[in-house]
């Protein structure tokens, strides 16, 4: 069974940063995909970023690329989102996902089959 557990939110004042944490339990070595994601109430969740488990090719959206960082540790089967610069429209409920159909960190949620429950990040200006 996979599971997906966040850590790391909380609250934080404008240029400020988070490190955010995905354990990842039950998949299979073999070719996936992990990505983090958003949601703010009243809105769809967006892509935030996105890496390939084994060969680490990564994928970000235009508004954190330069100011997030995707990662991952294979011997601990943890991704991370470190988050520098924060603003407050980073406001939001972050989640990890897990696609485990393909290897290439896609930016469509259909395409990601497991997801953790979330953790709040907040951003004060």
């Known amino acids: 069974q996979v599971r997906l557990v966040e850590s790391g939110g909380g609250l934080v004042q404008a240029g400020g940063s988070l490190r955010l944490s995905c354990a990842v339990s039950?998949?299979?070595?073999?070719?996936?995909?992990m990505g983090w994601f958003r949601q703010t109430p009243g809105k769809e969740r967006e892509f935030v970023a996105a890496?390939?488990?084994?060969?680490?090719?990564?994928d970000y959206t235009e508004s954190v690329k330069g100011r997030f960082t995707i990662s991952k540790d294979n011997a601990k089967n943890t991704v991370y989102l470190q988050m520098n610069s924060l603003r407050p429209e980073d406001t939001s409920v972050y989640y990890c996902?897990?696609?485990?159909?393909?290897?290439?960190?896609?930016?469509?949620?259909?395409?990601?089959?497991?997801w953790g429950q979330g953790t709040q990040v907040t951003v004060s200006s």
């Open positions: 890496i390939s488990w084994r060969g680490g090719t990564t």
């Open positions: 039950g998949l299979t070595f073999g070719s996936f995909a």
């Open positions: 996902a897990a696609r485990t159909g393909g290897w290439y960190p896609t930016r469509l949620k259909i395409d990601y089959d497991h």
